[in-house]
Nanobody, 123 residues
Framework: QVHLVESGGGSVQAGGFLTLSCAAS????????MAWFRQAHGKEREAVAA????????FYADSVKGRFTIPQGNAKDTLNLTMASLKPEDSAIYYC????????????????WGQGTQVTVSS
């Protein structure tokens, strides 16, 4: 069974910077995609950024392009997310996600979720 643990959330002012980390355990021989989702209060959970199972492709939601980055060189069982130029609308609980498939940027494709880490951006 795959287990995901997020870390790195916190409170920052608008324009600030945070880095989230996700550590996975329990991966078997199969390859796994990994992704970051977020859910703001009263809103649906949405994909923010995702990396394909082979690590060759990265997806970013339009709302975070140019501000959020999945750094190159992540280990197979680690997914970091650097968030720059943060806005109040980025405030949400951020969840790490994974699945034994090429992509997991759709909620219905996700097989395992972390417990989430809170990000709060004040204006």
């Amino acid at each position: 069974q795959v287990h995901l643990v997020e870390s790195g959330g916190g409170s920052v002012q608008a324009g600030g910077f945070l880095t989230l980390s996700c550590a996975a355990s329990g991966y078997g021989r199969r390859t796994y995609c990994m992704a970051w989702f977020r859910q703001a209060h009263g809103k649906e959970r949405e994909a923010v950024a995702a990396v394909s199972a082979d690590g060759a492709d990265i997806f970013y939601a339009d709302s975070v392009k140019g501000r959020f980055t999945i750094p190159q060189g992540n280990a197979k069982d680690t997914l970091n997310l650097t968030m720059a130029s943060l806005k109040p609308e980025d405030s949400a609980i951020y969840y790490c996600a994974t699945a034994a498939r090429r992509w997991c940027w759709a909620r219905t494709w996700v097989e395992s979720w972390g417990q989430g880490t809170q990000v709060t951006v004040s204006s």
